[in-house]
């Protein structure tokens, strides 16, 4: 018999993740340990599916908010019905919490999304909250955290439009993971986890032409594993609308309907998404190493 526990539950969270095994460990032991976590990278690399599996496993909330210049402290911590004010004044029955106050009463995790787009002051009454495990609201007084309440955050470090610089007193309060792309293998049993395909090559050929998008010269931005998601389901069911349709070119059409919109082409760049798409969708299925040209049957 296992004698200790986190090993166990451990085991048990890893069942819903995809890879990702260091990066759980890492998260499992911070949030265990009573501590607060920042996960930062790009989308898509499983940052909130981590932290809803453990959720999941600890049977607490999994309270999202998304970091915006609409996150105001009174729609984070609450507010009092307005109708009810003006019948009842202000009173503790008519306080509406707020997805802060929220899961501090239930013990719950707090996850911000994109935790360099909300506004400065929001960020202090969250770093207050995060210090004392407490917040007082005016006219209703203080409310304390129970055991299990957590704050975690998440941020996109290449993302520069509508961010703010996250300052030192802020990195201080937490834990921070830097989380990049899973490898080619672990992507592609996430594609077919998400979308029930069962055709590997299709698989195969859309992991690679998404991740070919990251590593692209003309591009700034690359697309993430929701990309290779899309294009695979997409490329599905064309093929089931025209089933004589060559092959190939299903892919094609997917790829550009599934991954133009996710990629960010370099401001210096004169080449639109759909060039770019096209370029790698060539390089995939028609070049070889020495020049060679090859054709992928299905």
């Avoid at 309060?173 to 672990?186: H, V």
């Amino acid at each position: 018999m296992n004698q200790y526990p986190e090993v166990a539950a451990r085991a048990e969270i890893a069942r819903v993740v995809v890879g990702r095994d260091r990066e759980l460990t890492l998260v499992l032991a911070a949030v265990a340990a009573g501590r607060d976590v920042m996960l930062e990278g790009p989308p898509g690399t499983s940052k909130s599916t981590i932290l809803r599996a453990i959720t999941a496993h600890w049977g607490v909330p999994f309270v999202l908010v998304e970091g915006n210049a609409e996150l105001t402290p009174a729609r984070l911590v609450g507010h009092h019905n307005p109708a009810r004010v003006l019948r009842e004044d202000y009173s503790t029955d008519n306080f509406v919490p707020g997805p802060l106050v929220q899961a501090m009463r239930e013990g719950g995790f707090l996850y911000i999304e994109e935790l360099n787009r909300a506004p400065e002051d929001t960020l202090n009454v969250l770093l207050g909250a995060m210090s004392e495990r407490a917040v007082t609201v005016p006219r209703v007084g203080t409310v304390t955290a129970s055991s299990t309440f957590r704050v975690l955050a998440s941020m996109n470090p290449f993302d520069n439009v509508g961010t703010a610089r996250i300052s030192d007193s802020v990195y201080d309060r937490w834990n921070r993971l830097a989380i990049g792309y899973q490898g080619a293998d672990e992507e592609a049993e996430v594609v077919a986890h998400r979308t029930g395909c069962t055709d590997r090559t299709l698989i195969e050929d859309g992991v690679a032409i998404t991740r070919a998008t990251r590593t692209h010269p003309e591009l700034r931005r690359g697309a993430s594993v929701r990309g290779a998601i899309d294009l695979v389901a997409v490329a599905t069911e064309l093929a089931r609308i025209e089933p004589a349709a060559d092959r190939t070119r299903v892919v094609l059409d997917a790829a550009l309907l599934a991954l133009s919109a996710r990629i960010g082409v370099d401001e210096a760049s004169e080449v639109t998404p759909e060039q770019v798409i096209t370029d790698i969708w060539e390089e995939h299925f028609f070049s070889a190493p020495g020049g060679q040209r090859r054709v992928r049957t299905a």
